[in-house]
């Protein structure tokens, strides 16, 4: 297939494999290999067993950032175009949004704390009132989780509730602003010429909002560049890889887990190899 996703999984005890897996097939020619470990040159010695021929036809490999998967390609597939799965690169920015989030709630439960401490009553009553409006209403709920979400598409309690935090920390409000802004890069633009500057743009916004967290993404956005915009191309994800790794954990479901993990790549190899 000239379309492929590769992606780590575990069978039993932890133990990671390498699968691969082609983008046009559903179910039977899926499985272009299953690669013990995700050392780089454990992987391209078994690829290489595959022909040259075969291998240079291949044109697009989709993947999230993991680096030696990514070297891993590049040596085993030199004419392919290396993919960064959108949804890894947008959960890396939303992991940022979190700890920034969760830093300021610690700050407010300390603040709380030495408040409590040699309080009076009507200071403990306002110290609670405190802790009740910018704490706890501030936190997500699963029924309305504000910050992983499009708030312009969102409910007006979303948006109420959104305001809380907002207004008693306008770095939240800054860093949700940046989250949301990659979001509609990736779901708004269509074509790579226009991703380059919006992306540039993103980056330098990162930068002066000066957020340890949000720096740290935008250098591993950075050090992937080219992988990003090739998103773009083809708006190409890794969904087939990890739809192909929940078929692998429903079936080891279905028998109690793996206790003999050679004959489970047997079985496997029959249905989908």
Request: net charge positive; glycine share 4%; aromatic share 12%.
């Amino acid at each position: 297939s000239p379309r492929l996703s590769f992606d780590e999984t575990s069978f039993s005890d932890g133990e990671l494999y390498t699968i691969v897996i082609n983008k046009d097939a559903m179910e039977q020619g899926a499985i272009v290999s299953i690669i013990a470990g995700t050392k780089t040159w454990d992987i391209v010695e078994i690829l290489w067993l595959i022909s040259s021929e075969l291998r240079e036809q291949v044109e697009e490999i989709t993947m999230d950032l993991f680096p030696t998967m990514r070297k891993a390609a590049r040596f085993s597939f030199p004419n392919a175009a290396l993919v960064a799965d959108r949804f890894h690169v947008q959960k890396l920015v939303l992991d940022a949004l979190q700890e920034l989030r969760i830093c300021f709630r610690w700050d407010s439960l300390n603040e709380v704390n030495r408040k409590k401490a040699g309080a009076k009553l009507r200071e403990w009553t306002m110290s609670l009132k405190f802790l009740r409006t910018v704490i706890l209403e501030s936190s997500c709920s699963p029924e309305v989780d504000i910050f992983f979400s499009n708030l312009r598409r969102s409910g007006q309690v979303a948006k109420i509730r959104a305001k809380i935090p907002f207004n008693h920390y306008p770095d939240i409000e800054t860093a949700y602003n940046l989250t949301h802004r990659l979001r509609m890069i990736y779901s708004h633009t269509k074509e790579k010429g226009k991703a380059l500057p919006k992306l540039a743009l993103w980056y330098n916004d990162v930068e002066k909002a000066g957020y340890e967290s949000f720096r740290t993404i935008a250098e591993t956005i950075q050090a992937n560049y080219d992988q990003i915009l090739n998103f773009f191309n083809n708006r190409s994800t890794n969904t087939s890889a990890e739809s192909f790794n929940a078929k692998i954990k429903a079936f080891r479901g279905q028998l109690r887990g793996v206790s003999d993990v050679k004959y489970f790549l047997f079985r496997l190899t029959n249905i989908y190899a």
